[in-house]
């Protein structure tokens, strides 16, 4: 799959292209601050022990790591028929592998994201109650890891660390991008069988993402 340079726009109006793009420094601010204050307050307005809002705290993150990979395969890989839907699919994923090094659509932005949790939290508010702070607030520390890890595999020098997910997800954008799903972790891609072949770990694919 043929990946380009640079950017391109989504929308002619200069305001909603600007709400297309994010930066890291959004996602380490506003971000972690909804997942402290969901946690905080969780804390205090119940009396559920540290350990218990903790143990709620590590599901939300474990159940991070599901969600993510049943978010990137079932929703930015849905495969639409009508040009409507295929519109939609582009502006929320698409874009993102015609143009897999523009940093500035590595994250999700604010107003999606925040609309987003709201629905969520809202959700699992309903199934348990005040508990569902705590383990909403696992899940958005979560995500922040998948967005540290997203936005290092996509860029050069990448740390040693990460370099296995960096293969991983270069086999997704450029060989198979109906496999390898999990962008933090494999682990649901063993699970659910979507690892790629073996072979394509050996191809060096991260080097066409310049390092």
């Known amino acids: 799959m043929a990946a380009k340079a640079g950017t391109t726009n989504l929308f002619q109006n200069p305001i909603l292209e600007k709400l297309t793009r994010t930066s890291p420094a959004v996602a380490y601010t506003y971000y972690l601050a909804v997942a402290l204050f969901l946690f905080v307050v969780n804390f205090w307005i119940n009396d559920y022990t540290v350990a218990q809002l903790v143990g709620l705290f590590f599901i939300g993150l474990l159940y991070w790591t599901l969600f993510e990979y049943v978010f990137h395969r079932f929703v930015f890989h849905h ?108 682990l649901w891609d063993h699970i659910f069988m979507t690892m790629p072949p073996k072979e394509s770990f050996s191809l060096g694919l991260e080097k066409k993402e310049h390092g």
Not at 139 to 144: C, F, N
């Open 79 to 186: 495969v639409s028929e009508s040009e409507r839907g295929k519109k939609i699919a582009y502006t929320l994923h698409g874009v993102h592998h015609d143009y897999p090094l523009d940093k500035d659509r590595l994250i999700m932005p604010p107003l999606p994201w925040t609309i987003l949790v709201a629905v969520l939290l809202g959700i699992y508010y309903a199934i348990g109650g005040e508990l569902a702070l705590a383990f909403m607030a696992g899940k958005l520390i979560g995500y922040l890891g998948y967005i540290f890890v997203h936005f290092q595999v996509h860029v050069p020098n990448t740390p040693k660390l990460l370099k296995k997910q960096k293969i991983h997800h270069a086999i997704h954008h450029y060989q198979f991008d109906n496999k390898a799903f999990g962008v933090s972790s494999p």
